[in-house]
């Protein structure tokens, strides 16, 4: 069975446009924090230690969003990440956003691992690559 990682937020105030309605570039700022937690914690590798002390980086090559419905200010919204496809040197993500049972946001995001100093592809590590394979969704698992 699959996994997902799941990152917990709240609508805050400065997530608002002018109508009280969560502004769409707010997401995307969640969604790379939900990419940075969960390499920090379920896949055991920091960004820190990633990008400075490895000098590797997951830049996203593409993104594909659907804002599915509206969230407002103070609602508790869920950020849902599993893998739909864990290529050789690429992933693309699934992130859901979720407010309870409503879906609010679909995204696609594609990663690329890459060496820093050449800014080429480089094949996922091993051990990296098996713990990101948990997160497949059972469709392509």
Request: charged share 30%; hydrophobic share 40%; aromatic share 10%.
């Amino acid at each position: 069975m699959s996994r997902t990682f799941e990152l917990h937020t709240v609508v805050r105030f400065a997530d608002c446009d002018a109508a009280g309605i969560h502004f769409f570039p707010r997401y995307f700022e969640r969604v790379n924090q939900t990419v940075e937690e969960w390499f920090a914690g379920p896949l055991d590798c920091s960004f820190k230690t990633l990008h400075l002390d490895r000098r590797l980086g997951v830049p996203t090559a593409k993104f594909e969003a659907a804002f599915l419905a509206p969230s407002r200010l103070e609602e508790a919204l869920t950020y849902r990440l599993s893998i739909d496809r864990l290529g050789r040197a690429s992933a693309t993500l699934r992130i859901r956003v979720v407010c309870g049972d409503e879906a609010r946001v679909d995204v696609k995001q594609t990663l690329v691992f890459v060496d820093l100093d050449s800014m080429s592809a480089r094949p996922w590590p091993a051990e990296l690559r098996e713990r990101m394979s948990g997160y497949l969704t059972e469709e392509t698992a």
